[in-house]
């Protein structure tokens, strides 16, 4: 199970990676000390748990978390911080529960197993839920308008020169949005991030093809080719059933 600690301190993850490890082996531990740094491991490794403090110098954890409460595949979030004065904010934010420092082995034994039983209870989408992918509309801010623009269309999206660009069968929006602001607004059963200038719909692959340094590229149904780059690499084989 993929368990990210977001915390500015390092003796803070320190400990609690620690006790986590004690509490349940088996964890692969991720570690993130901002936002910025955190947004790019949820991305990356898609963990099943978040512990989150609230007071990351001068930015805010529950920013964070109002930002992943709204993912499509949004993992449990636990806050975990010196600050017992937020617990009622935290649950406005569908927080799975709330650590307070200094952490105590018996208090993070009983979360993680708490959020552990609700990840194992909950059931797994049915094939037939993928429909509802297909509903999911990316809003397309341009200088002229708005487009809402079915994600089930969308085929890539790229960064270059600042610019990202959304590719479909039919049509080029560029835009100013970053990647990690779009991928949130994406259902994540259908799209992966693989490269740090990429994020491409898993469904529209027709070929993948071995390059350069022992990673892959892939061919997209518009004959658009995408490397899938070293950190990404594990990630995607597992996504595609190469592992």
């Not at 986590?20 to 949820?42: F, N, R, S």
Request: one cysteine or more; glycine letters at 2%; proline letters at 5%.
């Amino acid at each position: 199970m993929k368990i990210l600690l977001i915390d500015d301190e390092p003796l803070a993850r320190n400990e609690l990676s620690y006790l986590l490890k004690e509490a349940m082996t088996d964890l692969e531990i991720y570690e993130a000390a901002t936002i910025a740094e955190g947004v790019d491991q949820l991305l990356l490794q898609e963990p099943a748990i978040v512990f989150l403090d609230i007071h990351l110098t001068n930015e805010s954890g529950l920013t964070l978390a109002n930002k992943i409460n709204k993912m499509a595949k949004s993992p449990l979030v636990i806050f975990a911080t010196a600050y017992d004065n937020y617990a009622v904010k935290a649950f406005e934010l569908n927080a799975q529960d709330y650590l307070v420092k200094p952490f105590e082995l018996s208090r993070v034994t009983a979360v993680l197993a708490k959020a552990v039983k609700r990840l194992t209870e909950e059931p797994v989408p049915a094939k037939s839920d993928l429909k509802e992918l297909e509903d999911i509309r990316l809003p397309v801010k341009t200088k002229e308008r708005i487009y809402l623009v079915p994600s089930a269309e969308i085929i890539t999206i790229s960064v270059a020169n600042g610019v990202t660009e959304i590719n479909t069968p039919t049509q080029k929006y560029a835009i100013l949005e970053p990647l990690n602001g779009i991928s949130e607004k994406l259902p994540c059963q259908r799209f992966l991030r693989v490269h740090r200038s990429y994020l491409i719909n898993l469904f529209e692959i027709s070929e993948i093809q071995p390059w350069f340094n022992q990673t892959l590229q892939v061919t997209m149904s518009n004959g658009d080719k995408v490397p899938i780059s070293r950190s990404y690499l594990s990630q995607f084989k597992e996504r595609v059933g190469l592992t």
